[in-house]
């Protein structure tokens, strides 16, 4: 009876048996002792953090801190260098036009988080879990297989942001495989910060996240951009002159922003907090904090994200090569040879981006570019790693050791990312990035679908599934 009991869906017990205002049925796992959940071994969440108790107050700041954690490192999915890449080739190729899509984008993003958190906090299953339990096995492998090659397309991206900073600050010194290489060995090696404790890891992360802030604000200071442009291209929904390559940017900051893994990987991570999931009082709470933590998180990667626009949209919209070429010859740059001595409009990535800064603006310039590359790209294929582990063993319901499932997620979504490093240049990856950020926009009905059908499911999600006629997606409560 296997069959049927991954296609029922768990009920909820009835309004009778739940007169208690503060009480309600929990959703609870199948019955089968190997589907238990408390029983997997889980990755990040070894311990729970305790949540500070202050009945009858409408807010605290000692709960909301308590909270903090999910919502950033989920937030670093939205800083990682596929979105560096397409915020600087926005800011180059359409100036501060579509500003607008990144916002848009930005807000879509934190509505979709929105949902796989509260699915986490209300069922206490991540969203591969629950698509395990819900799906039959074809689709369910379906549906991981895509859920994968997104991760990798992501990966790739992360891993070589990183490798690429190790080449620019060690002034070419470091090939780009051997980037790699170090990125691996010190990813596995941060991965384990949460021995230490969770909330040390958390704040790791943060740290990352400040020294990207620190680094991309300083080039923004740095360069001045027109705050009267900034704001109009953020606000007004408008792309004058646009044509298909402006089309296709635009799609790629949507892949770039929202991506499909991360929607599995913030429905994990809330599961971190100490929650009585049968308590309605608790598990609404739990969803405000977790809102308003996203929320702030999202708005920090917000402008980020617009530093990056806005310095290249200011500098170098519109600048030709032979300009560029000019700037960097005088300026005595080692890499003139990447700008031709021609007429066309300036391509640049993440690489190129780093030497333009340096050509114009002087080397400081670059080398603060490269550590929030670097900080970018390390933060990112840490939280990604999770994301593969979760998304890995949820759909395929793993009990192995905690280092076999990192050595096997690490390792699939690697492998192509070596290859990429040693057969391809670090001035020749553009193309590939652009095709990685078009292939998330492609990857996102794979996350969408489900977080939107079982976040509307009452006999999953009880009081709190999505309904139609609030904008607060629950029946009896605000959030």
């Given amino acids: 009876m296997k069959a049927e009991q991954d296609a029922d869906l768990i009920e909820e017990d009835s309004p009778q048996e739940n007169a208690s205002a503060n009480k309600y049925s929990s959703i609870s796992p199948p019955a089968s002792p190997e589907d238990q959940v408390d029983n997997i071994s889980t990755t990040y969440f070894e311990e729970k953090v305790p949540v500070p108790e202050y ?36 800011g180059a190729k359409a100036g501060f036009k579509l500003l607008w899509v990144l916002l848009g984008a930005t807000v879509i993003g934190l509505l979709l988080q929105r949902l796989a958190a509260r699915l986490g906090v209300v069922t206490g299953m991540h969203l591969a879990e629950v698509c395990n339990r819900q799906y039959p096995k074809v689709p369910r492998i379906i549906l991981w297989l895509m859920v994968e090659l997104a991760i990798i397309g992501s990966d790739m991206q992360e891993v070589i942001g990183c490798a690429i900073a190790f080449n620019l600050l060690s002034v070419g010194r470091i090939p780009l495989w ?135 949209a200011e500098a170098f919209y519109n600048k030709t090569n032979m ?60 939280t990604g790693t999770y994301s593969g582990q979760f998304v890995m063993e949820g759909f395929l319901n793993l009990k192995w050791s905690r280092f076999a499932r990192v050595l096997l997620t690490r390792s699939i979504a690697i492998t192509p990312t070596l290859l990429v490093a040693i057969f391809q240049d670090v001035k020749h990856l553009t193309g590939m990035n652009d095709f990685l950020n078009v292939l998330q926009s492609m990857q996102l009905p794979f996350a969408l679908i489900p977080i939107l059908t079982f976040t509307s499911l009452t006999s999953l999600m009880n009081d709190f599934a999505n309904g139609f006629w609030d904008c607060h997606g629950t029946r009896t409560f605000t959030y």
Wanted: hydrophobic fraction near 50%; include cysteine.
């Fill in 178 to 312: 051997a980037g790699v290489l170090i990125t691996i060995t010190d990813t596995f090696v941060f991965l384990f910060l949460d021995k230490y404790g969770l909330r040390k890891l958390e704040a790791f992360f943060g740290f990352l996240i400040t020294i990207m802030a620190v680094s991309f604000g300083y080039e923004y200071i740095l360069v001045k951009p027109d705050q009267g442009e900034v704001l109009k291209g953020m606000f007004v929904p408008y792309c004058a002159g646009c044509g298909s390559v402006q089309l296709t940017q635009a799609v790629g900051i949507v892949g770039a922003v929202i991506m499909p893994h991360n929607i599995y990987l913030h429905s994990a991570l809330v599961k971190s907090r100490d929650i009585d999931r049968k308590n309605k009082r608790e598990v609404k709470e739990a969803n405000k904090y977790f809102f308003i933590e996203s929320t702030i998180a999202l708005f920090v990667s917000f402008l980020i994200n617009v530093f990056v626009v806005a310095v290249f």
């Fill in 323 to 382: 300009e560029v070429n000019q700037e960097c010859n005088a300026t005595g740059s080692p890499h003139t040879d990447l700008f031709p001595l021609n007429n066309g409009t300036l391509e640049v990535d993440i690489y190129k981006g780093g030497v333009v800064l340096g050509c114009f603006f002087g080397p400081a310039a670059l080398y603060i570019w490269a550590v929030g590359i670097l900080a970018a790209g390390q933060s990112s294929t840490m």
């Fill in 55 to 90: 009945i009858g107050q409408v807010f605290s700041f000692r709960k909301l801190w308590a909270f903090t954690g999910p919502g950033f490192l989920m937030s670093i999915a939205y800083l990682d260098p596929g979105n560096i890449e397409s915020d600087l080739q926005s």
